[in-house]
């Protein structure tokens, strides 16, 4: 993989080039042109995303601002923003 990982701006841009670096990696290894199934990009991608998560969670610790609970708070409220885009790019909606 090249560096630019590494140098992702934030969260989205580095899961986006390991995106890109998983059909990469499958185009060449099934030069088919057939688009991985599920089973590969989880497979491929978990541990981009656990760093990610643990990257947040490192970045909150250091904050340290917030109480628990207020954190806990925000955290429900923004998981629940996060279901309804997901569930928007699922269904094919536009983003709210």
């Given at each position: 993989m090249n560096g630019s990982y590494q140098h992702g701006e934030d969260e989205a841009e580095r899961i986006g080039i390991a995106v890109v670096t998983a059909n990469e990696a499958y185009d060449r290894a099934h030069p088919q042109g057939?688009?991985?199934g599920i089973g590969f990009y989880g497979h491929f991608l978990r541990p981009f995303i656990r760093k990610e998560v643990l990257l947040e969670i490192r970045a909150r610790r250091k904050k340290g601002l917030l109480l628990r609970a207020e954190q806990?708070?925000?955290d429900e409220r923004e998981l629940m923003e996060l279901n309804t885009q997901i569930e928007d790019r699922l269904h094919g909606r536009e983003p709210r």
């Open positions: 057939v688009r991985p806990e708070l925000e």
